[in-house]
């Protein structure tokens, strides 16, 4: 379960008129090249926001039951999944993460592996932080 906290230092990014309440290039999560690569349609962004941690956690535990196998096929179709999505939503580090975990697949070390997707879990955790923080900011700002 995430922690919930809050940051309401968030700079304002002025997009075709409208004032958007987004982290310019975070670590975590680049909303403003989300938003620019969507036409700035915050409405499709939350709801992406919303499906796409799920998708790719579901991905993270195709790897973790790959690894168990030892499935070199199945390490390399998911992860391969979850550095697209993860590199369209802009999930920098997540994406550099995946990186370096397809590039540990034909060491096949099942420690650095399990250590690699052990990372990219706890850095999936800081991008739903980052949506929760953003989704909250966004709601309070409707008030």
Known sequence: MINKFLNTDYPQIVSAGTEHPVKKLNQHLDL??????????????MDLLKIIPKQLLNDMNS???????????????SIH???GVSLN??????????????????????????E???E????????????????IQRTNRAV
């Open 81 to 83: 999944n979850l550095i």
């Open 116 to 118: 690699l997707l052990a």
């Open 32 to 45: 403003e090249n989300l938003l620019e690569n969507l036409d700035s349609e915050v409405d499709v962004v």
């Open 120 to 135: 990219m879990v706890l850095e999936m955790k800081m991008v739903e932080q980052e949506i929760a923080d953003f989704e």
């Open 63 to 77: 790897l973790e039951e790959a690894i168990r196998r030892n499935n070199v096929i199945g390490l390399k179709y």
């Open 89 to 114: 939503m802009y999930f920098k580090q997540l994406t550099e993460l995946a990186r370096m975990f397809e590039l540990e697949i034909e060491n096949n070390n099942r420690q650095v592996l399990n």
